[in-house]
């Protein structure tokens, strides 16, 4: 094969960084990175008449470099699929390019895939200077800065009519990972979309960085307050004994004068012990500290959002923390007496689903205000499960107690809620006793009612009593009230639920903070999920990409509970630790519940599974295609044209 020179300038980048972010759309540096391009293009022999070298590696290469990107792939593609439903209009592509410039992954619409555009900027394209000239993908890896080449920027007349935005991804060690390009022929676009471009291009830095140090603590800190959700927070990776093992550019760049390069401990960093925060940082506190130049800044715990959680304990919360400042045995043990009997329940869990972390941030402030929360979702999507999550990220080492509302009727619920200290002894001041009252043992967590919709309006007015009781013993000091009311069910909204018996009253008093766990079909951590429940289901199996893309083509109408059954018999019938294409086996007695992509999406595997994700979302909403693109961030267009491409 050819020698495309792919290697050379992809390591320019390094130490050129800018933090803040560079815009060279009208500017000096712009003009200038655009005039030592063309400088560089004509020492490499090309002709802006000429046409550009249009260098494609074989398929052998491809595969190679393929599983050798596979692992930063995973973390790209929901940025660049989520970056195509960003930029407005038509003609325009995504795609991501690896150090040397080689197109792994992209994303094009009809229109931009059928003209010239598209037959160059393709999957094993090489997209380096020498090669193709002045452009935002190769100016990128040059320079190590994010680049717009507009237009007649471009060396080659032939590119003339496209513009292109590009953003270099760093890992933690400055070093260029790959590069995330937008291309389109509407140049009204510039600042727009290279800023759409930088925000996807940091957001796989952060994921990035999690992911490399998932065995650390992950603490988040900024200047100010407001900006620690965002993607120019800094991050560090401290180890159990408070070393701090990486740094991200933004933390290199807050704490610029400190040298981060060497193994340094936190109390070297920052004015203040370890061991004196680790308390207020596991129950998510955000802390104010200062580092040792003088400088104020905010921290917390980076949250479990973009975190795998496996095998949580019931009573610990789902982030990592030194053994040192853990809750005492004895304190573990009494809060296990009260939470042991659904500890069965909470299992493997992943929550990386992009949904979460603005639910989790609602529910955290919800529950600061004493206000209900109400869980809603279908049968198997891990209401419970997400409920207990929700309870140990805020309420850690306190009590959470479930009460199933499929079993309580009229003639049993005073039994149910009350046991033996019955209703009048319940609402009687400062009685704290009853060994089976399940509202009295919930008192200093969480009281989690399950199934909400099904009870009698009965019931509800004496839930609405014990929601007033405790609300008014919580402003009392000297007696323990009941921290936090959790409901889940359906959807209160849809249609097909029965609310003739409805209070409305209790509709208005569990709602103060509504969130949804989504069908699994719908989740983006599906992958996770998959691996998480096979890993506690048979720790010694192993789903490979075969298996995994089978799983995720199914509809899944019974959710997670679904997944799990099919993976048990799954692992009950193999022969092999590595399950492959066996798989079917067990996913052809479902019957009908597979999606296939339309045939011109199959030759991109992230074209695959939006088409997939599309076409599976429309089948789960009846065919509403508003609902769909709303669910999906989509427009009602792109939603069409994978539902005609099926009836074609």
């Known amino acids: 094969m050819k020698d495309y020179g792919m290697c050379a300038d992809t390591n320019f980048g390094k130490n050129q960084r800018n933090v803040v972010g560079h815009n060279n759309d009208g500017d000096q540096s712009g003009i200038t990175a655009i005039s030592d391009s063309w400088a560089r293009c004509k020492n490499f022999g090309l002709l802006s008449s000429g046409k550009p070298v249009e260098a494609v590696i074989s398929d052998n290469q491809m595969t190679e470099i393929l599983e050798e990107n596979d692992y930063i792939r995973q973390l790209v593609t929901p940025e660049l699929e989520l970056l195509y439903n960003q930029i407005a209009g038509t003609n325009f592509m995504v795609a991501y390019a690896n150090d040397a410039g080689v197109v792994l992954d992209s994303i094009q619409d009809e229109d931009f895939k059928a003209g010239e555009g598209g037959k160059a900027v393709i999957p094993g394209s090489v997209w380096m200077e020498q090669l193709r000239g002045t452009n935002a993908l190769g100016l990128a890896l040059h320079s190590g800065q994010p680049q717009i080449v507009s237009g007649q920027d471009h060396f080659f007349h032939k590119l003339g009519d496209l513009s292109c935005f590009a953003c270099p991804i760093f890992d933690h060690e400055e070093r260029i990972v790959g590069v995330i390009d937008a291309t389109s022929d509407a140049t009204a676009r510039n600042n727009h979309t290279l800023a759409l471009v930088k925000l996807a291009s940091r957001n796989v830095e952060n994921r990035l960085f999690v992911e490399q140090f998932s065995n650390s603590l992950i603490l988040s800190f900024h200047a100010r307050h407001e900006y620690l959700p965002t993607t120019s927070v800094a991050l560090i990776a401290v180890d159990t004994y408070g070393f701090i093992e990486g740094a991200n550019v933004n933390a290199k760049a807050m704490l610029s004068g400190l040298d981060l390069s060497s193994r340094q401990h936190f109390g070297d960093v920052f004015s203040v012990n370890f061991s004196a925060i680790i308390d207020q940082l596991r129950a998510n506190e955000v802390i104010q500290i200062r580092d040792v130049m003088g400088s104020v800044v905010f921290m917390t715990v980076q949250h479990s959002i973009l975190k795998r959680v496996l095998n949580a304990s019931p009573t610990t919360p789902d982030i990592w923390f030194p053994d040192h400042a853990k809750p005492a ?40 205000m004493g206000l209900p929360v109400y869980i809603e979702g279908d049968r198997g999507t891990g209401k419970t499960e997400f409920a207990h999550h929700l309870h140990t990220c805020f309420l850690t080492d306190t009590p959470f107690v479930k009460i199933d509302c499929n079993l309580m009727n009229t003639d049993n619920y005073k039994a149910q809620l009350f046991g033996d200290m019955d209703q009048l002894g319940f609402f009687e001041a400062g009685n704290d006793s009853g060994k089976t009252c399940k509202l009295a043992q919930a008192r200093g967590g969480t009281i989690f009612f399950d199934n909400i919709t099904t009870l009698a309006s009965e019931i509800q007015q004496t839930i609405l009593q014990v929601m007033a009781h405790e609300e008014a013993r919580r402003e009392i000091a000297d007696q323990p009230a009941i921290n936090a009311f959790f409901f889940a069910g359906k959807c209160l909204t849809d249609d097909g639920d029965d609310q003739s018996s409805y209070n409305y009253e209790f509709n208005e008093a569990i709602q103060g903070c509504q969130i949804t766990v989504p069908a699994l079909a719908q989740r983006s951590d599906f992958q996770k999920i998959a691996h998480a429940l096979m890993a506690e289901i048979s720790p010694q199996h192993i789903l490979s990409k075969v298996a995994i893309n089978h799983l995720k083509a199914m509809l899944w109408p019974g959710n997670i509970k679904q997944l799990r059954r099919v993976l048990q018999l799954v692992v009950a019938k193999s022969d092999e630790l590595v399950i492959r294409e066996d798989i079917q086996i067990v996913l052809a007695s479902l019957g009908g519940a597979t999606v296939a992509p339309c045939p011109k999406c199959t030759s991109s595997p992230v074209r695959m599974e939006t088409c997939v994700m599309i076409k599976k979302t429309w089948a789960e909403t009846g065919g509403n295609v508003s609902l769909v693109a709303r669910r999906l961030g989509v427009s009602r267009n792109t939603v069409y044209k994978h539902l005609e491409k099926a009836d074609a």
């Open 329 to 368: 045995t004895d304190q573990q043990s009494k809060t296990q007496t009260l939470s042991t009997k659904h500890a069965d329940q909470f299992g493997a869990k992943v929550y990386d689903d992009e949904l979460f972390a603005h639910q989790i941030k609602m529910v955290h402030n919800t529950v600061k």
